[in-house]
């Protein structure tokens, strides 16, 4: 399985972006996908995780709740997080992931996220 981020960039305090993953399986036979950052010096950190079947759900981690939104274009094979109100301390590199509902099994190498003014 092969997953590419996208979408990543140089955005100002308040700005949007929007990060796609296009995976080479069907998105829906991954029972989990995700969005994941780390920022220098930093642990990696769940952003937000789409799980679906019985009892599915999204969840966003705090810090972001309200400003991103996960979703999934089965049309396209492909995971989106929109970004919207950038904060500063939303600079990491963002990395896609999918697997089943305990583990991630597939990652992709990233894309560089720089809030900035």
């Known amino acids: 399985v092969q997953m590419v981020e996208s979408g990543g960039g140089l955005a100002q305090p308040g700005e949007s972006l929007r990060l796609s993953c296009t995976v080479s399986?069907?998105?829906?036979?991954?029972?989990?996908m995700g969005w994941y950052r780390q920022a220098p010096g930093n642990e990696r950190e769940q952003v937000a995780r789409?799980?679906?079947?019985?009892?599915?759900?999204?969840v966003y981690a705090d810090s972001v709740k309200g400003r991103f939104i996960i979703s999934r274009d089965s049309a396209k094979n492909t995971l989106h997080l929109q970004m919207n109100s950038l904060k500063p301390e939303d600079t990491a590199v963002y990395y896609c992931?999918?697997?089943?509902?305990?583990?991630?099994?597939?990652w992709g190498r990233g894309t560089q996220v720089t809030v900035s003014s």
């Open positions: 789409d799980r679906i079947g019985s009892g599915g759900t999204k």
């Open positions: 992931a999918a697997g089943n509902a305990h583990v991630m099994n597939y």
């Open positions: 399986a069907n998105i829906f036979s991954f029972v989990s």
